[in-house]
T-cell receptor, first 113, second 117 residues
Framework: AQKITQTQPGMFVQEKEAVTLDCTYD???????LFWYKQPSSGEMIFLIY??????QNATEGRYSLNFQKARKSANLVISASQLGDSAMYFC??????????FGQGTTLQVKP | GAVVSQHPSRVICKSGTSVKIECRSL??????MFWYRQFPKQSLMLMAT?????????EQGVEKDKFLINHASLTLSTLTVTSAHPEDSSFYIC?????????????FGQGTRLTVV
């Protein structure tokens, strides 16, 4: 069965420092995509960044970047220059050939001033 | 990006009553929508896949008679929690698929916080 694993239930980071959130996708699909979402306390799901398995380069989007390791099927999210507003829950989502969308357990990030 | 509107954002209802939650894709047509349930500090749990013009596909353990899903048009799916009980209190969120094949992306509604008293 396909599974998304986020090993860090909670993370702390000092404001202005970088932080890495882990995500691994257990799938037999060769073609897949990994997405990251931010969910603040309001509940809305905010799309951050996407990495396709056939993308040549690591995805970047502003302060967000992915450390994509194809062999491990992992796409760790790196947030640079953390801000207080980055405090939220972060979810990794996988999409394989079946089309089903699978979420990881989530990581709660707290940015300290 | 595409916009998905979910309504209401917050609802409080009495035990035994039914509550309807709407999920609309505002600027695109969505043949497939998903309904999720989320408990505090936990991940999104897929409840069902809603396909326009056909019956919804429910995940294992989700009561289809309890959580009625109707996807009557390409822009609207509704989730009705019937005979609600306090244990149904949760955050419900929908997402709608846009595009086809490898270019498919899911867009989320704002979520509905349901409290059953």
């Amino acid at each position: 069965a396909q599974k998304i694993t986020q090993t860090q239930p909670g993370m702390f980071v000092q404001e202005k420092e970088a932080v890495t959130l882990d995500c691994t996708y257990d799938t037999s699909d060769q073609s897949y995509g990994l997405f990251w979402y931010k969910q603040p306390s309001s509940g809305e799901m905010i799309f951050l960044i996407y990495q396709g398995s056939y993308d040549e380069q690591n995805a970047t989007e502003g302060r967000y970047s992915l450390n994509f390791q194809k062999a491990r099927k992992s796409a760790n999210l790196v947030i640079s220059a953390s801000q207080l507003g980055d405090s939220a829950m972060y979810f990794c989502k996988g999409k394989g050939n079946t089309g089903k969308l699978i979420f990881g357990q989530g990581t709660t990030l707290q940015v300290k001033p | 990006g595409a916009v998905v509107s979910q309504h209401p954002s917050r609802v409080i209802c009495k035990s035994g009553t039914s509550v309807k939650i709407e999920c609309r894709s505002l600027d695109f047509q969505a043949t497939t929508m998903f309904w999720y349930r989320q408990f505090p500090k936990q991940s999104l749990m897929l409840m069902a896949t809603s396909n326009e013009g056909s019956k919804a596909t429910y995940e294992q353990g989700v009561e289809k008679d309890k959580f009625l899903i109707n996807h009557a048009s390409l822009t609207l799916s509704t989730l009705t929690v019937t005979s609600a009980h306090p244990e149904d209190s949760s955050f419900y969120i929908c997402s709608a698929l846009q595009g086809r094949g490898a270019n498919t992306e899911a867009f989320f509604g704002q979520g509905t916080r349901l409290t059953v008293v």
